[in-house]
């Protein structure tokens, strides 16, 4: 992670995003380096206050990942020290694994009152669920479980085990009703909800309006692989974000230019073990048809959307629906729903939708590249 933020000072022509940061101490040989990144996050805070364009960044380590957040602007330290406040107070509503967030708490009753964020998130995630025909499932936690995804004692479950825990996942038998204006959401027995593959994206949209709020017209936030961007870079010229290479953690498979816009990417490579039995990689993808991590051809999605809520559920989606899936819903959705794509296979083949590809920045000079029209 050290050497990641590095790059990032180092790179001049890509606004190149510690992507590898997603790797957050769940694998069993990172946890020692989480601390020492901890204690790095206090020396990259830094001020410019160079011209009328202040410039602040902090990090925070919250949602299981490192986050970094820069703005520029007058009121630039107090705009990211309010979007760090944010992310905390999200961080207490929906982590999954704080015992007393409101999602916990959910969980551990079966059901309850939902606050305005986690309405929002759960409706936000559930009409996803339903387009892409169960691809996105919430209620995938107790198979996250099983894995020891959410602990980081990983094992591959036996096959009567994880039919028990599939057969309590289905996002469409969950019950939302409306009294006194308060939303109330209810789980079928034994069911549990994890908003892991969608609520960095609502947290990076919801430090954006936060920042705005100061007036800042120019911002660049990481939360562990997801990457949002303010306006434009303050000499007007469009953010360039690096896309990471699933194969090589340290490298790029490309970057793209963009203006106000969430890019999020998710892939296999994040948060896996290997089965030291078998060498097999298991990854924290779950498709939910297997209850195994998907394994349908994408090694990386990345969704770059003005909606960064609906970039991070569609990015766990796509990769879940696999290559084939995933581009019969690109050509679908795109226009309508106002995203695009950037998706690796298997072969290292690009899959690229034509609202983005003209802003693709091919940096490995990629010659396998097939434009997905979707207008
Ligand atoms: P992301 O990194 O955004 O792709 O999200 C991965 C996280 O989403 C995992 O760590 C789980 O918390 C959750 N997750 C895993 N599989 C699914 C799925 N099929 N549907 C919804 N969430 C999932
Ligand atoms: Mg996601």
């Known amino acids: 992670m050290r050497k990641r933020i590095l790059m990032a000072l180092l790179c001049g022509a890509l606004v190149c995003l510690p992507l590898a940061g997603c790797n957050t101490g769940n694998n069993s040989n990172t946890s020692d380096s989480a601390q020492s990144e901890a204690s790095a996050s206090t020396e990259t805070k830094t001020t410019n206050n160079k011209n009328s364009n202040q410039e602040y960044t902090d990090e925070v380590f919250a949602m299981d990942t490192y986050m970094t957040l820069t703005a520029y602007g007058e009121n630039a330290q107090e705009a990211v020290e309010a979007g760090i406040a944010e992310i905390q107070r999200l961080d207490d509503l929906l982590s999954t694994g704080k015992e007393t967030s409101e999602v916990a708490q959910i969980n551990q009753n079966g059901g309850g009152v939902l606050s305005e964020d986690t309405e929002y998130l759960v409706k936000r995630a559930l009409d996803i669920y339903q387009s892409t025909n169960g691809a996105f499932d919430i209620s995938i936690y107790p198979v996250m479980q099983l894995w020891g995804f959410t602990t980081g004692n990983f094992a591959v479950p036996g096959e009567s085990d994880l039919a028990a825990k599939l057969a309590l996942v289905d996002a469409g038998k969950i019950t939302l009703s409306e009294e006194n204006g308060q939303t109330s959401i209810n789980l ?31 911002a660049v936030i990481n939360l562990g692989g997801n990457a949002h961007v303010l306006g434009n870079k303050t000499d007007g010229s469009q953010w360039k974000v690096g896309i990471q290479d699933p194969n090589d953690t340290d490298g790029y498979l490309g970057g793209v230019n963009v203006t106000d816009k969430a890019i999020i990417t998710s892939g296999g490579y994040e948060r896996y073990f290997i089965d030291k039995d078998t060498g097999v990689k298991y990854h924290h993808i779950i498709d939910p048809k297997t209850g195994y991590s998907a394994n349908n051809g994408l090694i990386s999605v990345t969704i770059v959307s003005a909606d960064s809520t609906l970039a991070d559920g569609l990015s766990t989606s796509l990769f879940v629906l696999g290559t084939k899936d995933a581009i019969s819903y690109c050509k679908e959705h795109c226009a309508a729903d106002g995203f695009d794509a950037i998706m690796e296979d298997e072969d290292g083949k690009l899959y690229i939708t034509d ?17 997905i029209v979707t207008k």
């Open 188 to 218: 079928p027995e034994g069911m549990e909800i994890d908003l892991g593959g969608i609520a960095k994206g609502y947290t990076s949209g919801r430090v954006m309006e936060v920042m705005k709020s100061y007036g800042i017209e120019s």
């Open 355 to 371: 609202g983005v590809y003209d802003d693709f920045i091919n940096m490995n000079n990629t010659k396998n590249i097939e434009k």
